[in-house]
């Protein structure tokens, strides 16, 4: 009865609709860029999609699946069989991996699914989760709402062109302080969260660093969730190394990929989950009650683009080294600093050579100034003052566009 006595102006403030756990989250950042772009008819080298879709042949496959009747109704739970086992040969092929079709593959809507399921099923309320900083952005969301608490360790950049440098300009690149990750674990730590490629710096870890990883792993008996949906995204010498092959990590890593980046169809939304039957049963077990299934007809045609044939996975690698080092020219030559990235198709540069230092505030005059919108890494920190200069481009787009956005940046050096 207290309510109906006390004053109006003592009323409590009404509930807002939003809980606890997602106050701090407001519209993503990549749907928040690509609005600004539409509504300023800017070229969007923000959110990463490409603007040529992928193989003819495997959007025939859809096609076919489509009309032949396979999946247009809910798939198996744990994805179609002919897309399982090709999950299974690509990871053998390409890393020696093996993987029970039956029990240690779970397909998912796009690699999204697969980390909210991995983090929903696998923690509980108040564990620690560490994981590189700046982290892609669902990353911080679904720890969140499976109660977890992030623990970021800052990749940083260092002080030398590093490991790999390469023809197009060497320059500063990301680096993992493995003392910082080692600090990071405590006793409720529950699991590692890392990305290999990584976005948004484009760093792709060592095997000095993934070997670190690993043996932290098991020494501290911790659970490892890896993002790798830029596994067939590297340049120059660097390497993709699936953290599941090193000593002791089968065991006790989930490792995550999507048809959306490595055959260019974002929207068809086709990931899937690799790992042990306990590890991924736990992550089926939060995933049947999210999408239960989807992308029916989708998933046939991921089988197939599985298959394709080395020269598909070359060819594709190619095609984004040779835009990398286009996009990263015109940067360059527009005066900032370019951060050169050795995997996905993201470069992060700085823009503290133009005398500003707010990265938010420069993406969004951005479209004003020169008609090109991106993304302000600062959001991807917890850290404000780590990435505050810190802006991503995409380059996963034609030829004549990233030309037409490097002419577009000029105007910020004149
Ligand atoms: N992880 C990373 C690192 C990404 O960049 C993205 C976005 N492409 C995803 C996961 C989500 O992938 P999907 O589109 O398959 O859901
Ligand atoms: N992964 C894409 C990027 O980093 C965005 C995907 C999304 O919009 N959720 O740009």
Redesign the pocket.
């Known amino acids: 009865m207290a309510a109906m006595t006390s004053s109006a102006s003592s009323a409590p403030a009404p509930r807002p609709a939003l809980n606890r756990r997602l106050a701090e989250f407001g519209t993503t950042i990549f749907a928040e860029m690509s609005a600004l772009a539409l509504r300023t008819g800017s070229i969007n080298l923000g959110q ?1 999609f490409p603007d040529t879709d992928g193989p003819e042949e495997i959007r025939e496959a859809a096609v076919r699946a489509l009309r032949d009747g396979r999946g247009n109704q809910y798939p198996p739970g744990p994805g179609v069989p002919e897309l399982r086992t090709a999950i299974v040969d690509h990871q053998q092929r390409r890393y020696g991996l093996t993987f029970d079709p039956d029990t240690e593959v779970l397909v998912t809507a ?3 699914e697969a ?1 909210a399921a991995a983090l929903l099923g696998l923690l509980e309320p108040g564990d620690e989760v560490v994981a590189l900083e700046p982290y ?1 952005d669902s990353y911080a969301a679904c720890i969140a709402m499976a109660g977890g608490t992030r623990v970021p360790v800052t990749l940083r950049p260092s002080d030398g062109p590093g490991e790999g440098a390469d023809e197009a300009g060497g320059g500063r690149r990301f680096r993992l302080d493995l003392d910082e990750l080692r600090d990071a674990v405590t006793d409720r730590t529950r699991l590692l969260l890392i ?1 290999t490629p990584h ?1 948004p710096t484009g760093t792709v870890l060592t095997r000095q660093e993934l070997t670190a990883i690993a043996e932290l792993a098991v020494e501290r008996d911790l659970l490892v969730v890896t ?1 790798e ?1 830029y596994e067939h995204l590297v340049f120059d010498d660097a390497e993709h190394l699936p953290l599941a092959s090193f000593p002791g990590m089968r065991e006790r890593t989930v490792t995550i990929g ?1 048809a ?2 490595t055959f260019s169809f ?1 929207g068809w ?1 086709v ?1 899937w989950v690799t790992g042990t039957r306990e590890l991924v049963t736990a992550v089926r077990t939060a995933k049947q009650y999210l999408t239960y299934v989807a992308s029916g007809p989708f998933q046939y045609a991921v089988a197939e683009a599985l298959r394709l044939p080395d020269s598909y996975f070359d060819g594709f690698r190619a095609d984004l080294h040779r835009k990398r080092n286009l996009l990263g020219d015109g940067l360059r030559a527009a005066g900032f600093e370019v951060y050169q990235p050795q995997g996905t198709y993201f470069i992060t540069t700085d823009i503290t050579p133009f005398g500003e230092k707010d990265a938010y505030a420069f993406c969004r005059a951005l479209p004003e100034r020169c008609g090109v919108v991106a993304i302000p890494n600062s959001v991807f920190y917890d850290d404000p003052d780590a990435g505050r200069s810190q802006v991503r481009f995409t380059f996963c787009k034609k030829d004549d566009v990233l030309h037409e956005a490097a002419s577009r940046l000029q105007r910020l050096a004149s």
Do not use: F, L
């Open positions: 990463g796009g690699a999204t980390i892609y990305n976005n993002d949906v999507s959306g980046k974002t939304k990931g």
